[in-house]
């Protein structure tokens, strides 16, 4: 009976919601708004793009003088460019049209500026001016050094990868550190997402006279839990209509909309980090709702609970404000008390994860912490809800909360 | 497993208290299965205190409170139909949504559920609102919802707090065809109403509530003879004398009311009334009504006035 009443209540919540306008409107707003920038990206690439390539294709005439003795001349002449002899009388054929370009290249192109005098092709065509008179400079040092390679290993291009060990064994770097944040930001995003209907479950059944009649119909725990489950299945709706356009614009459009290319095979997976991170995720997650539920059900209308759903995001946005020192210092007594004071702890605590410094034994003690106190808070909504719900039109007291818990 | 002579409801030494105020002290009742019970009281003195406790909302400070020899849980599948004083429905959800959800939570499949909703709906003429969203319907039409949902599931005990509240003449004359029906199948029936006309027309026994205990408890006779005082209905011409033997109670267009004092009896008062002269058009002797006895038992109560029940 239990089991077919939890089915019932899912099915209802989940149903209804997924069948409001209202609903829909909201959700699809972000996906939407993310369509919209990534269709201006696409705009915006496209031109920058055949811009670029008309510029390389351009040619064009240009003269210059070089102060420096670096620019190469045989190279020079060969796409088209003649060595002034007058700055001044360049400048003036340019002015007059008889010239597209003149660059001036002075004493030191490393510390001093290289003019270019052009005639103007409009804001996307003019960059074609600079883009040939750096890439000369650069060819001919290419030239002096001798070898394209050698040129690149004095401008630095080389990559580096960097292997770290910790007790003999090799540790995942900052690719180690990428998938435990991935907790992280589920539990942001389920709280932001879901944190406003959570507090407003139960408030429903309170403005609207129903707290009796379903409290004598299905188990108050059944019918919390249910809305629960039903929240989370409403809040994974909405991260898929949210990451859907994101996955087709990388998986189809990365080029044009000049997303950066993840290589997902290079993330390393620690499995022990994973499963605190999970844990972690687990119990924010119980805590964090169950002060929802229970602040919906003491409270007599939406808008007081939400000053009260305002001081719960203050409490895990917090964490970020010592995020340097919980990277530096983990050690500091502001970094210890915000990883075991429960409302911050499953931040400070997923970001030690993540980072390594959260010990197996630190890990535990949290995680422990956040799941008694979460089915603690958890038990006590379910008491308020059903003494708190039917005190319809009043806000309860704290001494009638802690009343309503024990009774 | 419940004998057939164990009554449905058995309420034994029932005590709550909210912090320092006792609501409920030490109260004893039961209800007997197929019987029309009337739970009377003044408003604040813990009726639905004590609906809410045996239904298992509250968690009570002493006592026992069972309904078919144990506490009441939603998931032991009683059939209960319960109407609360204070009630509502899903208002954003179309009206057979929210019927069909309630069959289903009461055990009925999806189907039976839709089915057994849209022929109540169909019967009370509603049948053209089943998709309409709840708050689009008038407040008669809710409550005649309201009422299909409580008896969806053919209680096998109907507690109905404060039915006819709100509800027009119409509306009110169909939940007692309701009751009626419930009853003609079976139902035990536990009223709470302050229409003690009601109460006289529908119920087998009574009690009445004050201060936390019950004040008077038994069949309705049972509770006049309690309050053994005999009232003499009087239709006549003339000034009634005063008399010690009697207390006018009621008076109004040559008709009245008098209570007989202790030691008079109604032969005595009749002649000292021919006595006086009055011309008797009607005279007749018979026990309190109810209302006669709430009022005496609660008129001294400042808290009727005042509204609100605990």
Redesign the interface.
């Known amino acids: 009976m239990a089991r077919h009443n939890l089915r019932t209540v899912v099915e209802f919540e989940v149903r209804r919601t997924l069948t409001k306008r209202r609903f829909w409107i909201l959700t699809l707003i972000v996906p939407v708004a993310i369509g919209i920038v990534f269709g201006l990206m696409y705009i915006s690439n496209s031109s920058t793009s055949t811009s670029l390539n008309s510029q390389k294709s351009a040619k064009f005439s240009f003269s210059y003088t070089d102060a420096s003795g670096q620019v190469d001349e045989a190279l020079v002449s060969q796409i088209g460019g003649v060595k002034a002899a007058d700055a001044n009388q360049a400048i003036a054929n340019v002015k007059a049209g008889k010239l597209n370009a003149y660059f001036a290249y002075p004493a030191n192109p490393i510390k001093q500026i290289i003019q270019v005098y052009a005639l103007n092709t409009g804001i996307f065509e003019n960059g074609k001016y600079g883009s040939v008179a750096t890439q000369i400079l650069k060819l001919s040092a290419q030239q002096k050094i001798g070898s394209p390679e050698l040129a690149a290993l004095a401008q630095g291009q080389v990559k580096v990868v960097t292997t770290t060990f910790k007790d003999g064994k090799q540790t995942g770097g900052f690719n180690g550190l990428i998938p435990p944040l991935f907790f992280l930001l589920i539990f942001y995003v389920v709280i932001i997402l879901l944190g406003n209907q959570m507090l407003g479950s139960t408030l429903e059944e309170k403005e609207n006279r129903v707290t009796e009649m379903i409290l004598t119909t299905v188990n108050a725990t059944t019918l919390i839990v249910g809305k629960i489950i039903s929240l989370f299945i409403i809040g994974l709706v909405q991260i898929v209509v949210f990451v859907l356009p994101i996955v087709v614009g990388f998986l189809f459009f990365r080029s044009s909309l000049n997303l950066p290319n993840f290589d997902l095979s290079t993330l390393v997976f620690d499995p022990l980090r994973m499963i605190v991170g999970a844990l972690l995720l687990l119990g924010g997650f119980t805590l964090f709702t169950g002060t929802l539920v229970a602040i919906g059900a003491a409270m007599p209308t939406a808008k007081e609970a939400g000053i009260f759903f305002g001081v719960l995001m203050t409490l895990i946005f917090i964490p970020f404000y010592i995020v340097s020192l919980i990277v530096s210092d983990p050690n500091a007594l502001i970094v210890k008390l915000f990883t075991y004071f429960p409302f911050s702890a499953p931040i400070t605590a997923m970001l030690r994860n993540a980072f390594g410094s959260l010990t197996l034994w630190n890990a535990s003690l949290v995680i422990a912490e956040l799941f008694i106190l979460g089915f603690m808070v958890l038990r006590m909504a379910v008491r308020i809800f059903q003494y708190g719900s039917i005190e319809y039109s009043k806000k309860l007291s704290i001494k009638s909360i802690l009343g309503a818990a024990k009774l | 497993m419940a004998g057939e002579a164990e009554p449905l409801v058995h309420v034994e030494g029932f005590s709550m208290a ?2 320092k105020q006792t609501i409920i002290d030490d109260l004893s009742f039961d209800i007997h299965r197929g019987e029309t019970f009337g739970f009377l009281g003044s408003n604040g003195c813990g009726k639905t205190t004590t609906i ?1 406790a045996l ?5 009570p400070t002493g006592g026992v409170l069972h309904i078919n020899g144990k506490p ?6 009683e059939k ?1 139909g ?3 004083e ?6 954003k ?1 179309s009206v057979i ?1 929210v019927m069909v ?2 069959g ?4 009925f499949s999806h189907q039976a559920a839709h089915d057994w909703s849209l022929a109540y709906l169909e019967r009370l003429d509603l049948g053209d609102k089943a998709k309409m969203r709840l708050d689009k319907l008038s407040s008669g039409q809710q409550q005649k919802v ?1 009422l299909g ?2 008896v969806m599931n053919s209680p096998e005990l109907l507690i109905l707090d404060e039915p006819t509240k709100g509800f027009d003449p119409v509306n009110r004359r169909l939940l007692m065809e309701i009751i009626e029906e419930q009853k003609q199948s079976g139902a035990t029936v536990m009223m709470v109403t302050h229409q003690m006309e009601e109460v006289e027309r529908l119920c087998d026994r009574v009690l009445f509530l004050k201060g936390g205990q019950a004040e008077a408890y038994g069949t309705i006779d049972e509770v006049q003879d309690q309050y053994g005082v005999q009232i003499i209905r009087l239709k006549y011409s003339g000034v009634i004398p005063a008399s010690q033997n009697y207390v006018i109670s009621r008076q109004q267009n040559n008709y009245a009311e008098l209570t007989i004092n202790e030691g008079a009896d109604q032969s005595m008062i009749l002649r000292d009334l021919v006595a006086s002269g009055l011309q008797i058009r009607e005279f007749s002797a018979g026990k309190l009504s109810l209302d006669d006895i709430f009022i005496g038992i609660y008129g001294d109560q400042e808290e009727e006035k005042n509204g609100g029940s605990a």
């Open positions: 909210f912090g809410r239904l298992g909302i509250y968690r009441f849980k939603p998931e032991d599948g209960l319960y109407l609360p204070e009630r509502g429905l899903y208002k959800e949504d959800y309630f289903r939570l009461k055990g309201q949902v409580t």
